[in-house]
């Protein structure tokens, strides 16, 4: 393993290297499947083996070229790609190996935050932008050869700036925004690129003729803060390279969660779906009442012999709203059932969605950065 760089002079920025795993589940499987390399491979339901409702869990570059994408009902992926390679989804697996690679950060960094199964922001204790990009080259390097999993990383003084970097680098690359160029490099980018700008506030910002994150650098402070308050004035500080001091830590509530025993047990996928949607929906409305956003979604089964799964997943930035927390919710139902069909095949007892790391909206106002062998690109 390469030593630690020195640790960064007094007053130096603080880099940051946002990792994303590339297509991760797919990837998992890839290392004990190298015939399959360089071909449509889809993780999720085959559809080709029967009817199902299912959906697309990951999805090779190469299966992406026919417009696949996660979360794509399984029998369309099907229809779009007849040729593609479908596996069953071994989500222990998948956990093990993001332990690996987790390991594998913290013996590079002092500071490890893991966002979900597939990404984190690891601190990058060097002083410059060539530093900086070379310990990014040492863990990409480090991921392939000893883990054999690909990976794309942004880097950045700023988590934020780090993550959008990632989305650029895609597939296998490296992306090195310096500080002076963070304006120069989002200017050209859709506002949409940024984590937190969902469809509403996008459909806002483009209202004000702000499409581009350049544009919204020009757009009038006073314009935006009446139309997103507080979280207006921070895209806009972003926007203009000077996004706001990252926050470490978070006061408030830390968790909320709505549960439901079922009045039989029951093993319906139609069913379950549905209370887990009705769960997420009361849930979010009970959050809004309070003014909470929420960064990671919970979901726990107790089987119908009482014993209990929970599994997790978490957002880059914190959400609101129903949309985000069903979806996720849903997907974590279907991950347990699938690992559960490998099994003893148990009925279901009760569940329970739960909504973490809990901001006020306020707080969610002021705080935009909340954080989840390609060539390296430095920008200039």
Known sequence: M????????????RWVVYVDMDAYYVSCELTSRPDLVGRPVIVG????????RGVVLSASYEARAFGIHSAQPAALAARLCPEAVWLPADFPRYERMAESVRALLRRHSPRVVALSIDEAAVDCPVADAAGAERFARELKDALTSELGLPASLGVATHR?????????AKPGGIVVVPPDRIAAFLAPLPVGAIPGVGPKTRAVLESLGAATIGALAEAPGAVLRAQLGGFGEELRRLARGDPAPEVEEEHGPRSRS?????SADSADPDELAREVEALAVGLAASLASEHLRYQTVTLAVRWSDFDRVQRSRSFPSAQSGPAALATTAARLLYEIRAAEGRGRGRAVRALSVGAERLVAEEARQRRLD???????????
Do not use: H, N, Q
């Open 160 to 168: 934020t700036v780090a993550k959008i970097a990632s989305d650029r």
């Open 2 to 13: 390469p030593a630690l760089p020195d640790p960064e002079p007094t007053g130096a920025p």
């Open 370 to 380: 909340e954080f989840g062998a390609g060539t390296a690109l430095t920008v200039k």
């Open 45 to 52: 339901p085959d559809p080709t083996l029967g009817p199902t």
């Open 258 to 262: 709505a549960a439901r025993t079922l």
